[in-house]
């Protein structure tokens, strides 16, 4: 699990709430970039869905915010990233369910926008 600061013992209330908050966040830009891709992105190779594009630039881009939304919820962007991005079977953690299909296709994105 990576929400490793709204589950430690003594942390206050309100660090749990904002860790809980962050990886609302990181969620949703993960579920974004791994929406599964239209037949435009597959024919073109170029991430066409504005809302892709944009969670990818900010799991990937060079923008110190995702950076520091990991380290404050407990974790490193880079351990993130290489979550996404390793082949593997299905994984479920405590805040999101992330099948190889929505694996494959951020990848693939990643992939398009020279993240991966």
């Known amino acids: 699990m990576i929400d490793f600061t709204s589950t430690r013992a ?3 209330p309100q660090d749990k709430a904002c860790a809980q908050f962050l990886v609302a ?5 993960i579920r ?7 037949a435009e992105e597959r024919h073109r190779q170029v991430v066409c869905k ?5 969670a990818l630039s900010f799991l990937f881009g060079p923008d110190l915010a995702f950076s520091a939304y990991a380290r404050l919820i407990g974790s490193s962007a880079e351990s993130i990233r290489r979550a996404l991005l390793q082949p593997s079977n ?3 953690t405590g805040w999101m369910h992330y099948p190889d299909k929505r694996r494959l296709a951020l990848h693939a994105r ?3 926008e020279n993240h991966a």
Do not use: F, K, N, W
């Open 10 to 12: 003594g942390a206050s």
């Open 90 to 92: 299905s994984v479920e």
């Open 50 to 54: 504005p809302h892709a594009r944009e």
């Open 110 to 112: 990643a992939v398009m």
């Open 25 to 29: 966040i990181i969620a949703y830009a």
């Open 32 to 38: 974004d970039a791994s929406q599964p891709l239209t």
